[in-house]
């Protein structure tokens, strides 16, 4: 990514609290945060340019998504008030039938201009135990 232009997908990864650590693990009657972190060139994020952040979380062991989540807005509004940006979504508890299921997160960014800029990053598994 340029850092004059571009936008970019940092990481993404689950935790259990606000400020938590990446976790390898979450219990399965545990809310849990699916976390992204993106950042945003100087120029592009002047902007203003329209967004639309989606997560998709599957479920790898039954090939079941339980979980998906949409964020719009505009580049520099109350969501996205820094070029450097976290997200969270709130995954519920998945419960004891998703007991020792492997999860995967599948983050994807647009920012909406004439030429849009997409970009797709996966978080690393981690088990419902």
């Known amino acids: 990514m340029s850092a004059i232009e571009g936008v970019a997908l940092v990481r993404t990864f689950i935790r259990q609290a606000p400020g938590g650590i990446s976790l390898d693990q979450i219990d ?15 120029t592009l994020f002047a902007s203003g340019a329209p967004y639309r952040m989606s997560i998709v979380v599957r479920d790898l062991t039954s090939s079941a998504t339980p979980f998906s989540a949409n964020q719009t807005g505009f580049l520099g509004d109350p969501n996205w008030d820094s070029p450097s940006v976290e997200f969270s979504f709130t995954l ?29 990053i996966e978080s690393p598994f981690f088990i419902i135990t």
């Open 92 to 120: 519920p508890p998945q419960g004891s039938g998703q007991k020792w299921h492997t999860y995967q997160t599948i983050a994807s960014l647009i920012v909406e201009i004439a030429d849009p800029i997409v970009d797709i």
């Open 28 to 42: 399965s009657n545990t809310t849990a945060q699916i976390v992204c972190e993106a950042e945003a060139g100087q």
